[in-house]
């Protein structure tokens, strides 16, 4: 058995875990992640399993919030090998006429096709634009800091009047349905504005679904939907050669066991091969909720009121993820002006509005909801010319909760490998009916189901990809449980939640990571600790 001390261990190498070192490293202490799988990112990964030509992010792959969000774009990545790409169009919505509703990086030009689509609709899109103008900015740093958000909740709230007041704050805390029908008179606005709230487990009929969907439609408008050039796992290995420059560690295929608490107080952690590593300051958690306090720590060393109330914790619905390497470009029916990164697919609001109950009634979704990515499109390095690295994914029921299918199939919720190829079947059936011959281009496939994504990334838990659900009832100071107030602290002395179970949830932000970092450098300052 080895004993090794740090002044901060962090458990975990997704991109929070990474945020969170790099932020204590700059702070000069001495920092070691431990990571169960062999490499590092967590869900911000890419690979060439599908086809060795080929490139695919394994789960995360468009990255708006990277772009804005504080806790990132003050690590300067881009000095340490990352470049942002960005495709033709950021995001589009095939209707089921062939039509396409489109976000152009001009903004003038997404209210031109959408006038086209429905007069009238191009100004009301311009004058949601100028709403954003006015409060966009200080809501995504009140949303990526640390809560209490005093003093970008301060700047938020002077310019509410201005921007709408109390009858747009109704607004975005209402469903993204009814915002939509409010504002537009035809039906393409709405599709952009609810696929972009489906990039949460918020349903479109929902509380709070508005907000979300507001946001990510004018991050799409404002910044794009960026990639790393040449994959995911790019953005990670810039978040990794940021923190060993710094004097940081990281150390794969090290799956920690138990957080040891001593004297009240969380002193390190052990790992499966019997090994100790101490933590002189602080243990940073990377890891979901659930797995935090329910296994890694002895229940006696869990807050009552922490261990109490996260039996009612909430995770969100499972995942099923597809993969295609295309021998040439997707065939859509008729072709975008311009070609989108990101494609949302549904006939209609309401028909997404459909899907997101069926899977919250344990039914696998008869016409799932899917969001999908052209990536050659948007970074022509992922595959050889001509050809598309695609994937699409949906919301399915977790293993174990699903009581039947939807579609008139008999799938069970098992997510074995039939039942997951006979979904990406009917995932692809969606696909081809807005791209005929779509099946003939399909070089090679790949399937991850719920529990192909928990076995590649622990805290991906039954394929839910946000860390719990996001919804009200389990956000802000709710998230995620009361008794922690939205904080980073999670009762231990020493010890910070630093994953997306944690305020404000899932995206790729590092928010929680930053957040947990700064929790943990308030409580003893930023000098190294002196060790003997």
């Known amino acids: 058995m080895t004993s090794q001390a740090y002044d901060a261990v962090v458990v975990g190498a997704g991109h929070n875990g990474l945020v969170a070192a790099n932020h204590l490293a700059d702070a000069g202490w001495s920092v070691l992640i431990l990571e169960e799988q062999q490499i590092p990112g967590g869900a911000v990964r890419s690979d060439r399993e599908v086809h060795p030509d080929f490139v695919h992010d394994t789960f995360s792959a468009f990255y708006p919030f990277a772009a804005v969000s504080a806790p990132l774009t003050s690590l300067r990545l881009e000095d340490h090998g990352l470049e942002w790409v960005h495709p033709p169009a950021a ?24 006038d086209e689509l429905c007069s009238g609709d191009g100004d009301a899109w311009l004058a949601l634009c100028r709403t954003w103008d006015r409060i966009g900015g200080p809501l995504v740093d009140a949303f990526t800091a640390p809560f209490p958000p005093l003093r970008h909740g301060s700047r938020l709230l002077r310019r509410l009047p201005a921007a709408g007041g109390l009858p747009l704050v109704r607004d975005m805390l209402g469903p993204v349905l009814s915002m939509a029908r409010h504002r537009f008179d035809g039906p393409a606005p709405g599709l952009l504005l609810a ?11 929902s509380p709070g679904s508005a907000a979300f969907g507001l946001m990510m439609t004018m991050l799409a408008q404002e910044v794009g939907f960026p990639v790393p050039r040449g994959g995911a ?25 138990r957080i040891r608490v001593e004297g ?8 499966e091969d019997g090994a100790t590593y101490r933590a002189g300051r602080a243990v940073l958690a990377d890891v979901t909720a659930p797995a935090l306090f329910g296994q890694l720590l002895d229940p006696g060393d869990v807050p009552a009121a922490v261990r109490r109330q996260i039996r009612g914790f909430e995770l969100d619905p499972g995942t099923v993820k597809v993969d295609w390497a295309l021998s040439g470009p997707v065939p859509w029916r008729c072709a975008p002006e311009s070609a989108p990164g990101t494609v949302h697919l549904a006939d209609s609001v309401e028909e997404m509005a459909l899907a997101a109950a069926q899977v919250a009634a344990g039914l696998v979704p008869e016409r799932p909801f899917l969001l999908a990515g052209q990536m050659s499109t ?20 977790r293993p174990g909760q699903t009581r039947g299918d939807a579609g008139g199939g008999d799938l069970t919720g098992r997510w074995d490998r039939s039942e997951c ?49 996001s919804q009200l009832h389990q956000d802000v100071v709710f998230r995620p449980v009361p008794a922690m107030l939205g904080r980073p ?44």
């Open 378 to 397: 948007s970074d022509p390095t992922r595959s050889p010319a001509g050809t598309e690295s695609l994937w699409a994914y949906t919301h399915v029921p």
């Open 421 to 469: 190829e006979r979904f990406a079947d009917r995932v692809q059936a969606r696909l081809e009916e807005r791209a005929p011959g779509f099946g003939e281009r399909v070089v090679s496939r790949r399937v991850l189901g719920p529990n192909d994504l928990q076995a590649r990334d622990a805290n991906l838990d039954g394929g839910a990809i946000n860390g719990g659900t």
């Open 195 to 205: 696929g972009n709230a489906g990039h949460s487990d918020i349903p479109p009929t």
């Open 264 to 271: 009240g107080r969380a002193s390190g952690v052990e790992t």
């Open 489 to 532: 602290a999670t009762g231990v002395p020493g010890l910070f939640l630093a994953s997306a179970s944690a305020h404000p949830g899932g995206g790729v932000h590092g928010a929680p990571g930053a957040s947990a970092a700064r929790a943990a450098l308030r409580s003893l300052g930023p000098r190294p600790w002196r060790r003997d």
């Open 91 to 114: 995001l589009g919505h095939p209707l089921p006429d062939g039509r396409w509703a489109l976000i152009h990086p001009d903004r003038e030009r997404t209210a031109a096709g959408l």
């Open 233 to 257: 796992g790019r953005l990670t290995d810039a978040l990794v050669r940021r923190l060993t420059t710094a004097g940081g560690e990281v150390r794969t295929g090290r799956r920690v066991r």
